[in-house]
């Protein structure tokens, strides 16, 4: 308890939230701005913190962190192209019930949805964190291949409604995602004797291509009409109702959220796509999803918060970095001297304790923030085209180069532009290939280490956790191929009785 | 559609533009060298921001202007297991203001031939921070010492797991403890340094290599036991680990951060990066934001790196020749 009194007389002096609320600001703008995530926000900020003493340079970055993943709700509500990785599945529902004319309502609920996920994974890195990142470190290559094999299963789930172009755009997404150095023997595959190209494709390019970029040509061409905007919803533009109708949703989406956090390599940009699949199959109005459905905003925004926590409760109780982010807060840590370890809990109690602080204080902060900015963001909206699309442009060309500060990664991005473009034009879902870039080269990663420990096939089915998600996956698909059919069987038989 | 035809032949057309081009770079010129470095030097570190490779070279780059009057910028390069990075250098102006921070993955890397190009084409300029690495297993493990599990190898060929990453330097420690100790250990892909701290903790593999700073903390906390330190030499760090040279395996391997430029850069120009770094040697605030992070300064000039480099690159082809010839 005295420790406590300790951190919070030294969390709390008016310079240390004067940087907090600094550290939420900046992450904010690096999660709004497309092209700008909150890893670089992140790698740029933490040599600033090393003039700083521990304490104020943690309780900052911590801020960033969160920050950054909350901020790319902005750009993916009002833009359609999400801000940062974490919130690509936000921008399936939040754009469209912008452009319905409901952006307040849109941002409302991704605000309510981040405090309500964030929260959640608060409580868990607080109280249970030694428990659950002890159990995590038991997953070993065969786990983790079936659980992204599940993951990977859900590409079905986010191709009902067009499951043909759905499953074709998630074998693109595989298909991107084996370019490069092949996993483990580093083989070289689609290279085309390209240097640049054997490190594969870059996920920051791939997205700002097939979002931003696409949906700039798409506005060029003129196929959008605008809509008339309503200004005027009071407060967060939600009713208390709706939230509690979503609770299972969220608590769901929250404990995806915490898992990816936790699992190393998955994260925040993962979660939000697996949460949103995870509502869509959960949803009596599924067909709704894509067009607006506020279920999806929720499933999202929750569960890429969540994350953020989630990825703490490795690093403060072993040492180990949840996702990229974390990885370089740890780099920012040991600079301050303090080596984050297992022994990070019992001989720095003061410094878990202001990252504990200064995570809960972050939250209140991003919420303060969006909720006042909200009505201001939301202005971009009546920005006209001419002005919007060429700044938004030369912001997705930074963020494209600064990734491997690679000029290569620029025209990567214009080529999935262009693909992106295209596909959508023709009725092709983007989030089943999102799904399978990220998770393809994992899953193959995976099943080579799982099988080069054991060498036998098998061993998938008779490790309990690893043959129990198999068999979800598997489920999955025969479950949803059967519904879509039965859909497409009453389409027809309507279509006839309509004759 | 038209429209649209037109826009995606053109995005194509640029990408092939941009994709060719290996040339190697030009001379400086006499007044070039004289007035260096009158601009920004870029490094080049093929590793991402926060780990231990960019934290020593931002601490070497936050420093050095002391002694070396140039603003330093990292650039950060860490796709193509650092192809990208090391071809930037390789191929730019001989004049000194892209030079390449790494450590020997670029010897491993050449000798899994993942890299083209070995590091004998490129300047050896200096040496920096080093880190020494350990062998660790798990508290619970029967071993106690590299002998005890060197022993048990011995009778039971490939039941040793090592958690590493495949054609990576941590690879290559494995390897080199099973050529030196003559035994076969089981070497598994397991990923980056935190996922093999996993997979320590989890169980999954018998035997890992980390950093020494890492290993206290863990050794501390009861869940690793520390069996030898990869060096001929205790670590000033850590005095109480033992190594394994004095165990009688002569398994070395410190990660040791070089600095590079391009081939056949003017001798001047490395001469006034050798002097500042000399004295950046001495400096006791680079020291000691070096200790924070478990790392030692290495002090090498050109020649002395030069050779090492050599050696190194050497030692990486005898494993790899030894790690292919098990395979075929």
Redesign the interface.
Known sequence: MDVLIQSLSEALTPFVILLMALGVLIGLIFGTVPGLTATMG??LF??FT?GLDPVPGIAFLICLHLGGVSGGLVASTLLGIPGTPSSIATTFDAYPMSKNGEPLRALGIGVIASLIGGALSFVALVTISPVIS?F??????FEFFALIFFALSLVAVLAKGSMLKGITAGFLGLAAGIV??A????LQRYT?G???????I?LLPLIMGLFAISQI?IEI?GDSKSQDIDFKAKGFAISLVEIVKNGWNLVRSSIIGIAFGIL??LGSGTSNLVAYAQAKQASKTSERFGKGAPEGIYASESANSASVGGSLI?MLS????GD?VT??????F????L?P???FF?SNPHIVNVVFIAFFVAMIFVVFFQFFGMRLFTRVLTVPKQYLFPVIFVLTIVGAYT??????DI??M??F??IG??LVRNGFPIAPMILGFILGPLLE?YL??AL??TGNPTDFFTNPISALFILAGIACVIFTLRSEIKDKRKQSTNNTLNL | MR??GK??AV??G??IL??CS?SEGKQASESDIAAYPNKTIEIYVPA????QT??AA?VMA?HLPKYLEANIVI???????G??AF?NVRASDKDGYKLLFHHQALHTAHA???LEHSTDELTAIGTYSSVNQVFVVSANSPFDTLGDLVAFAEDNPNEV?YGSQ??GTTHFMGELLGIESGTEIKI????SE??R???L????IDLAVTGV??V???V??G?FKAIGVLADERDELAPELETTVEQGYDVQFPVVHTLYGPGDMPEEIVEKWNEATEKLAEDEAYNE?LE???QQHTLMNSEETTIFSQEEMKKAQRIADELFSDIQ
């Open positions: 992140m790698a933490v040599p090393f002890r995590a470190v038991q997953m070993g290559p490069g150095f996993p483990i023997d580093g085309l390209i240097l640049e190209l054997k490190g594969g870059e040509l061409l190393p390599g490795p072993l040492g180990i970095p990229t990885a370089i807060l740890l780099g920012g040991m600079v301050h001297g080596q370890g297992p022994l019992t990734t491997n500060s690679s000029i290569f025209w990567v214009v080529l532009g262009v473009f295209f990663t080579r280490r080069m420990t | 429209k649209q826009m995606a995005g194509m640029v990408l941009a994709a290996t991402s921001p926060g780990g960019d934290t931002r936050k650039v950060n390069q860490a796709t193509a297991g192809a990208l071809e899994v031939r993942q797991t495949i054609g598994l892909d397991v990923g935190s996922d701290m996993t997979g903790l989890g169980g999954q700073g890492n206290l903390n863990y501390e906390s869940d934001e924070k992070t478990f």
